[in-house]
């Protein structure tokens, strides 16, 4: 299904399925609520892989964020729209899909005034597979330590998607001592 055909699912204030939208005309000032969803991804050494959205990409360009993110579409179990975004943006085959954060939701504004408004549900999954990043999607891939990353977005938010900042301080798997400190310790300067 070509970008511009795709559809979202859009909800009401409950969660309700109201509708479909084509995607390509829902994310602008005025972004209805509408179903999304948003993946971590774990190596087998534990290292968590983050990607650094594409410049051409509407909101948030050049930001980092989680490995993926994407929407079901309106006959699309979750599971299956996770599958085909992790091979779509990334080249991986994931395995493992469990949920983390079922009832997340969150709405942003970037600089450019685009809003995201989402209902999101965060899942974790894992893979063994090198990632082949999608150019238009993905500029930058990198696996890091949970810890490390978890400390890079309490010094740094704005660097990070506002969805991954707000997951941070949700999940376990980045909830790791000192990652709420400002700035370094005495030690470390």
């Not at 209902?119 to 894992?126: D, K, S």
């Not at 082949?132 to 949970?146: G, K």
Request: aromatic share 6%; net charge negative.
């Amino acid at each position: 299904m070509s970008v511009s055909a795709e559809q979202v699912v859009l909800l009401d204030d409950a969660g309700v399925r109201i509708g479909t939208a084509a995607k390509s005309t829902v994310h602008d000032e005025a972004t209805p609520l509408h179903l999304a969803f948003s993946c971590h991804v774990l190596g087998p050494d534990g290292r968590v892989l983050v990607s650094r959205r594409a410049l051409g990409k509407r909101a948030w360009p050049g930001v980092w964020t989680n490995a993926f993110c994407g929407h079901p579409g309106p006959e699309e179990d979750t599971a299956a729209a996770i599958h085909r975004r992790a091979e779509f943006e990334l080249g991986l085959t994931v395995q493992g899909v469990t949920p983390a954060l079922p009832d997340f939701r969150y709405r942003a504004v970037d600089a450019s005034g685009i809003v995201e408004n989402e209902i999101c549900p965060v899942f974790l999954a894992h893979t063994s597979a090198e990632p082949d990043p999608h150019p238009e999607e993905v500029m930058e891939i990198a696996w890091v330590e949970p810890a490390d990353l978890a400390g890079a977005i309490a010094r740094t938010p704005w660097a990070f998607s506002p969805w991954l900042v707000l997951q941070a301080a949700q999940l376990p798997l980045l909830a790791a001592p000192g990652a709420g400190r400002r700035g370094p310790t005495a030690e470390e300067q």
